[in-house]
């Protein structure tokens, strides 16, 4: 549990730490669209070697990276895995009635590295950004709905909170699984029905905990005043810069650079 490392903030003072929060979230939503178009290995290739540069310039370690794909491996294995045996192409490898197609080798390869940067890349947004900071970019980039009625504040402070407490929830899992092995509970032993039923004793106290953090959350916020009508004011106003502005050419750049080389690339094919 505690190998996930989705919601964690890693202090820093990097080009990117201080970048507007806005344009990070703009810029990741990109991302994910540009990855989900990248159809050949090559480009995958380059991209996966931006981002490990990315995480080389704003000294995050690629431990980081490993740690944080650790829990999804078994997912990306058993993918990869129903790729190579059910796509169809020229054979490579027989196994009786069962073989393995060149196709599906690149498609298994594909899928496995999309995920992986996918994870990567996303990863850098909360990596460099802190809760509050994402709070008011979403506040600000989806403040247009507030003319039809749409609650922006409510939306934004869920989603931060959802994701802050990520962390803190795995690490009181980690933390139950530890106490119950403690006092004798067996969960690696047996059968499937029988595993599901050993983790009884590990969801009840987390849900008791979850319900508990969030009635003191609750509690804390009502003692501080805490209202999402009316106007709310900020301590930090969110402006861009300069440096926004070069690093949203920078990344529009390279995304349309590679998007041209994937697409001549694949009209080759």
Request: glycine share 4%; with cysteine; net charge positive.
């Amino acid at each position: 549990m505690r190998d996930i490392t989705l919601g964690q903030y890693i202090n820093g003072d990097s080009i990117i730490h201080r970048l507007d929060p806005r344009l990070k979230l703009i810029v990741s939503l990109l991302f994910i669209v540009f990855l989900f178009i990248i159809k050949t290995p090559v480009v995958m290739t380059i991209v996966f070697c931006l981002i490990l540069l990315l995480y080389k310039l704003i000294r995050i370690p690629i431990k980081m990276l490993l740690v944080s794909i650790k829990p999804v491996l078994p997912v990306i294995l058993f993918t990869s895995a129903l790729n190579m045996f059910f796509v169809a192409g020229n054979p490579v490898l027989s196994f009786g009635k069962v073989s393995i197609s060149d196709r599906g080798i690149i498609f298994a390869f594909m899928l496995s590295l999309r995920i992986i940067v996918l994870l990567a890349g996303t990863s850098l947004l909360t990596y460099t950004t802190t809760p509050i900071q994402l709070t008011g970019a979403i506040e600000s980039i989806f403040s247009p709905l507030h003319k039809i009625g749409f609650p922006v504040e409510e939306l934004a402070m869920m989603m931060t909170i959802a994701l802050r407490f990520i962390p803190t929830l795995m690490n009181e899992t980690d933390k139950t699984i530890s106490a119950q092995k403690s006092r004798g509970a067996d969960m690696e032993t047996g059968n499937f029905i029988q595993r599901i039923k050993a983790l009884t004793p590990i969801l009840i106290p987390l849900f008791i905990s979850a319900f508990r953090r969030a009635d003191e959350l609750a509690l804390a916020m009502e003692c501080r005043c805490y209202n999402s009508e009316g106007k709310r004011t900020k301590l930090h106003e969110l402006k861009y810069g300069k440096n926004d502005l070069i690093a949203a050419l920078c990344s529009i750049s390279v995304i349309l650079i590679m998007s041209f080389i994937d697409w001549r690339m694949n009209a080759a094919i």
